[in-house]
């Protein structure tokens, strides 16, 4: 699929003015451009939508002027409830990107369920410092899910960011948290993940992911439960 197929789906898109629910799936798309991404967040600019899931994974023409044009149309969806945004494999993105994203987000106060993959996505400590920024005026958030596969360069005092981040959603259920590949998380991790589980007392559901970080140890694993 290319920029003109989007555009023509695009158009039947916005034709479906009782459309609630939207999964738009352009995972590993090559041939879809900025350009595309455009017509797409036209199309759903001021919709009804409760749902929005975009998966975008390894999408590699796809750059920050993409981004633009998707927070300009989901900080326009007054009745989202659950959003789910796939960026993994994009080398085209970095903090910026989460910078990009973060007045849309911050917009949707009636979200409860959030999940942004940032698989591989160079991003450092300034992105995680701003999707912390994001993601903490969301006071009804009840499900957040988090995917950092592959990003080694975040931790240190990201693991603040990210703590901060969580200690503020007070009616948080559900967390999902990947670090797999995340060569740099030890035990220091870990701490983090035990004072942030500790503060989280609503929690019901929780998952983590740590495969292939190979400096974790059977004792720091004990350590967190």
């Not at 555009?7 to 995972?27: A, P, R, V, W």
């Not at 009840?142 to 995917?147: A, G, I, N, R, Y």
């Not at 929780?206 to 400096?215: A, E, V």
Request: proline share 1%; aromatic share 8%; glycine share 8%.
């Amino acid at each position: 699929m290319d920029d003109r197929g989007i555009l023509y789906l695009s158009t039947g898109i916005k034709s479906m003015k009782g459309l609630k629910d939207l999964k738009f799936n352009l995972e590993s798309c090559e041939d879809i451009t900025n350009k595309g991404i455009r017509f797409l967040a036209l199309a759903v600019r001021r919709s009804l939508l409760n749902t929005l899931d975009l998966k975008f994974q390894d999408c590699r023409n796809i750059t920050n002027r993409g981004i633009c044009f998707v927070q300009n149309s989901i900080k326009k969806l007054e009745m989202l409830r659950s959003l789910k945004i796939n960026v993994a494999e994009n080398m085209q993105l970095n903090d910026r990107s989460i910078e990009l994203l973060k007045p849309a987000i911050q917009k949707l106060g009636n979200l409860d369920h959030l999940e942004i993959d940032l698989g591989y996505v160079p991003i450092y400590q300034k992105g995680l410092n701003l999707l912390k920024e994001s993601i903490i005026g969301l006071k009804q958030l009840k499900s957040l899910s988090l995917s950092f596969i592959g990003c080694s360069g975040v931790w240190g005092i990201g693991w603040n960011y990210l703590r901060a981040a969580i200690k503020a959603l007070r009616y948080l259920r559900d967390l999902e948290l990947d670090f797999s590949y995340c060569g740099g998380i030890g035990s220091n991790g870990l701490s983090f993940l035990k004072e942030t589980l500790e503060n989280a007392i609503l929690l019901q559901k929780l998952k983590l992911y740590f495969q292939y970080c190979l400096r974790l140890t059977d004792d720091d694993i004990e350590e967190l439960l």
